[in-house]
């Protein structure tokens, strides 16, 4: 009796020592996560509301009745190749598998680039310094490449962001605008956030890149918004965006200036049902329509082929098995005409994306 009132103490003890271990365990771990939400909430990057962006170097000018193009793209920090996939959209992975990968995509892009040869350029998800695209300034290699100085307006930037596993850790990403025209003032410009803290710690910053090209012989402005509206929350974020948008269209228009935004509106577009939802359990878009954009303005989009598919899976080659979308184009107000919008199929080979391209002509007065 006694051998076995021992055995029972000794089972205590050792009880007691592994609860105690396992509760020092979690206390650790406990301590861990809270010190990383405590680090990235002073770290968190805070833009102002507006902040001012040192304009492109272009010296070219614009005239009221020239023709221009321009052309939005996202770029998808060359790592969303038609052979990848990415975790949020129901695939596996976190980031391509090599940065000779996303060289090849750099070199691949910026030949589309060149090939679809623009007076302005709007590019999102650029890179700047993120461990995704193995810390490669994205931006200054597209700069050199095509000869243009650009502007960057940062809506992405964590010095370590610690999701999935394993994690996508540093990013520096934003917008960039490159444009051989002079552009007299350019500016970062904040758009509501869609995520509360702490997933806003580590999440992205919204925002419109905007660039003011003076023309010549008026004293009106051409003024032109890159954008990239929220893809992830549950919808509420990505109407007020699309509100703070449409504000600020219509104030520029008010003004008499001559407004094209453009960009990646992760919404579809009201009517536009040629690329039909095959699965409503992945990722679906909103529809953005005529009633979210003033008076004044229309859309400037085309569905010849679709600008975006999504990373569930590589891409099958075609829309019957992979998902695709148009998400991409502009909003162009009415003293501008579109002479052409058009969707350029690049079968998804460099990035998820596929850029569209517009001719367009600033109206003289009375036309």
């Not at 020239?66 to 052309?71: E, G, P, Q, V």
């Not at 394993?166 to 002079?182: A, E, Q």
């Not at 878009?285 to 009633?291: M, N, Q, R, T, Y």
Request: aromatic share 10%.
């Amino acid at each position: 009796m006694e051998a076995k009132r021992k055995q029972e103490r000794e089972n205590m003890i050792k009880e007691r020592k592994v609860r105690k271990i396992i509760g020092s365990v979690l206390l650790a771990i406990v301590l861990l996560l809270a010190a990383v939400v405590a680090y990235l909430t002073i770290r968190e990057y805070r833009p102002d509301p507006i902040e001012d962006i040192v304009p492109g170097k272009g010296n070219a000018r614009l005239n009221n009745g020239d023709a221009f193009t321009i052309l939005t793209y996202n770029i998808g920090y060359a790592g969303l190749s038609k052979d990848e996939d990415f975790f949020m959209d129901g695939g596996s992975k976190v980031e391509p598998e090599s940065k000779k990968l996303v060289e090849e995509n750099l070199s691949g892009i910026t030949s589309i680039l060149k090939d679809q040869e623009a007076d302005i350029y709007f590019l999102q998800e650029v890179d700047r310094d993120s461990k995704r695209s193995y810390h490669i300034d994205e931006q200054a290699y597209y700069e050199e490449e095509l000869g243009l100085a650009g502007m960057f307006a940062c809506n992405f930037k964590c010095d370590f962001v610690p999701y999935p596993l394993p994690p996508i850790g540093k990013v520096t990403s934003g917008l960039v605008t490159m444009t051989d025209l002079n552009v007299k003032e350019a500016s970062r410009i904040s758009l509501p956030e869609s995520f509360s803290w702490p997933v806003k710690t580590c999440n992205l910053k919204r925002c419109m890149l905007e660039a003011r090209v003076p023309l010549e012989g008026t004293d009106k402005e051409l003024v032109l918004i890159n954008f990239h509206l929220e893809a992830y929350d549950s919808g509420e974020g990505k109407i007020a965006q699309s509100k703070m948008l449409a504000e600020k269209l219509e104030s520029e228009y008010q003004k008499g200036n001559y407004v094209i935004a453009g960009g990646d509106f992760n919404q579809t577009f009201e009517g536009m049902e040629k690329y039909p939802i095959h699965n409503k359990d992945k990722w679906v878009p909103g529809v953005v329509g005529a009633e979210d954009i003033p008076e004044g303005f229309s859309f400037a989009v085309s569905d010849n082929v679709p600008t975006c598919r999504l990373l569930d899976g590589p891409y099958s080659g075609n829309y019957d098995e992979s998902q695709v979308y148009v998400l991409d184009g502009f909003i162009v107000s009415d003293n501008i005409k579109v002479n052409r919008v058009e969707n350029i199929d690049t079968d998804f080979e460099y990035t998820d994306h596929q850029p569209v391209r517009m001719e367009a002509i600033c109206l003289k007065d009375g036309q």
